[in-house]
Structure formats: C-alpha cells, structure tokens
C-alpha cells in the first residue's frame, strides 16, 4: 500500500479538525456520545478527503504507460487472421469497403 503524501496528510487533517469544529458549534451537544459520533463522523469524512486527493502527476504518468489488457472482439479478430485476408463483419466501414 503506498504511503500517503504530504498533500493528503494536509488536506485529511484540516477537514477532521474543521469538520469537528463546525459540527459541533452547529449541533450544540455537550454530551459524551455525541461529542464521539461527531468525532467519528469526522475522521471518517477526513479519510474520504485524504484519498480523494489527486495523485502527483508522476504516478499517474507510470500508471497510464502500463498496457491494458484489451477486452475487444476486433483486437482478437485481428490476431487470428492471417494478413491480406478479409473478415465477416457487418459495420459501416465494413458496407463502405464492399
């Protein structure tokens, strides 16, 4: 799992500690259980903050150079037939050629 980066450490801890404040200056409770939920509510609100953060531009340059798998039918039609023959297919490219 990588590790977070300074970016979503910043980001995740000002909304906790914001995200407390205000909920509780808005709700008014003075009790213990309350005051958890709030808490509860947000960490969990400053972890969906802290991942959602964009990942640095690095990452996702190596990310998009690995090669995808490809799940079509063309690739595979492709493969499988020998160069200079023809395939059955019934697309608008296919009535245009004919």
Known sequence: MPRPTAAQLAYGSATIVCSTL??????GTSTGIGVAVIGVAAL???????????????????RAATPRRGTGTDTAA???????????DSGVGAQARR
């Open 22 to 27: 205000a909920m509780l200056l808005l709700s």
């Open 44 to 62: 969990g609100l400053g972890l969906l903050v802290a991942m959602t953060v964009p990942l640095p531009r690095k990452d996702r340059a190596a």
């Open 78 to 88: 492709r493969a499988t037939t020998a160069p200079g023959t023809r395939t059955q």
